[in-house]
């Protein structure tokens, strides 16, 4: 079965002549992005070769949280929670947002000590999380559950939003504001004039601009090939189930050992694997070898590896290609990987047997989401030195769906010369080529 279901965006027909900035990619961070740029009074093209939100920003689990991220995203997430709070009043959209808590489990002294560690890593946020055990945990869950559990942690201010409406409704915002919005309009590459960027090549023609924001996702890497600009990136896929509604299921969303869960708009819930992920083998897999292997022996234990179809898929596409000719990006419009039922059925059954309540429930649907890591599950929030004004924000490893929002605004920022909302340097490009070797902190 297809991906789900995304709220339709009606692409603009007239390709402007110029722009300030074009914003590549029409997730949720390229949606902000535009936004936040066109909320400047800057002119703004928003070019999606797909459908807006197309790809992993309406296929994720839907959690904003703060809970349980690495630290050096910490401070730009902590931007984006109040953001998410009037996300609908400035959209003029419903996108589902509500904060009704996330619980990670701990299953055992030891899981409890290690959040309970990680607590500590709040102490300076304006956000309230504590660990929660016995009764009031009890509260916290279904009657009737079977968890058997130390306690967990609990971070009320974290919630859900629904991933199929968010970057729709920011990218009609960003129109509204003045931005141009072209839908199945790849961007084959990048003009430049007098060592800096003067404008972009699509499949419907040329857009002069200053300056150009890539935030392409999981195509992110292929597309600064021709460029010669290193941006070590790597997929890999996670299942989701959406079941029917429910009735007695849980309010708040919770991660366990073997499945996660949140309550969705519509009374059903989605489902997936809290640790489960298949790592297809393919040819870039060779190429970032050496970054990745940091990443790879710290979390081996949640990646299944696997040689089929898609190295072969991958192995034809070209590296370069002429702007004149259709680029690998007119070729497949969207990444709508097959589900793995093994693993999201895994995870369903275990939900089940913690919460006898979910035994009758209906699957409504599957989807598989391709997530795009970087060698440190950090994102590239960062300008292109080696081009510039070429920009880059992508490589959010599974975290981007929750910092969508405060990612634009940095973004926005670093486009246009404001200070940054946050520190930088943990999301610059450079760290991948300047002799360091980033790698996960273990335990996110």
């Known amino acids: 079965m297809p991906g789900p279901r995304v709220v339709p965006v009606q692409g603009d027909e007239q390709l402007p002549d110029r722009v300030d900035v074009v914003v590549i990619g029409g997730g949720i961070i390229g949606a902000s992005t535009a936004l936040e740029l066109a909320e400047r009074g800057l002119k ?54 509500t904060r009704a808590g996330i619980l990670f489990t701990c299953a055992d002294d030891k899981s409890y000590a290690e959040h309970e560690r990680w607590k500590r890593y709040l102490e300076d946020y304006p956000v309230s999380a504590r660990m929660v055990s ?53 961007v084959r590459g990048i003009e430049q004039a007098a060592g800096r960027v003067c404008g972009v090549i699509t499949e419907r023609g040329p857009i002069a601009c200053s300056s150009v924001v890539l935030a392409g996702g999981a195509w992110s890497s292929l597309f600064c090939s021709p460029l010669s600009v290193h941006l070590p990136q790597l997929k890999v896929l996670n299942s989701v189930i959406r079941t029917t509604p429910l009735e007695g299921g849980p309010q708040s969303a919770i991660w366990a050992n073997h499945f996660a869960v949140r309550k969705r708009q519509d009374g059903g819930y989605t489902v997936a694997s809290g640790h489960e992920n298949i790592a297809d083998i393919v040819p870039d897999s060779f190429r970032h070898a050496r970054q990745f292997w ?96 070429f920009f880059i924000a992508t490589g959010f490893s599974g975290h981007g769906f929750g910092i969508g929002p405060a990612a634009g605004r940095l973004m926005a920022n670093l486009v246009t010369g404001e200070p940054p909302i946050v520190d930088i340097k943990a999301f610059s490009l450079s760290r991948f080529s300047d002799g360091s070797t980033p790698k996960p902190i273990s335990g996110f």
């Open 44 to 97: 703004v093209a928003l070019c999606e070769k797909g459908g807006i939100g197309h790809e992993q920003s309406s296929r994720n689990w839907g959690w904003v949280r703060i809970s349980r991220r690495d630290p050096r995203e910490l401070p730009l997430m902590a931007q984006a929670l109040p953001l998410w709070a009037g996300l609908a009043e400035r959209v003029g959209k419903d996108v589902g947002y």
């Open 134 to 186: 016995g009764a009031e945990l009890g509260s916290l869950l279904p009657e009737g559950n079977r968890l058997q559990l130390k306690g967990a942690l609990y971070t009320p201010d974290d919630g859900r939003a629904e991933p199929q409406q968010v970057a729709p409704a920011i990218a009609e915002a960003a129109r509204a504001k003045g931005a141009v919005i072209l839908t199945e309009c790849a």
């Open 294 to 389: 940091p990443a790879f022996k710290q979390e081996h234990a949640s990646l299944s590896l696997r040689l089929g179809q898609r190295f072969f898929q991958e192995a034809v596409l070209p590296r370069r290609w002429a702007l004149d000719e259709a680029s690998p990006f007119e070729y497949r419009r969207v990444l709508d990987p097959v589900p793995s039922i093994r693993q999201s059925n895994r995870a369903l059954e275990n939900l089940i047997k913690a919460f006898p309540v979910f035994s009758g429930v209906r699957i409504a649907q599957r989807w598989g989401g391709m997530i795009d890591v970087t060698p440190d599950a950090v994102p590239v929030i960062s300008a292109v030195d080696a081009v510039p004004g």
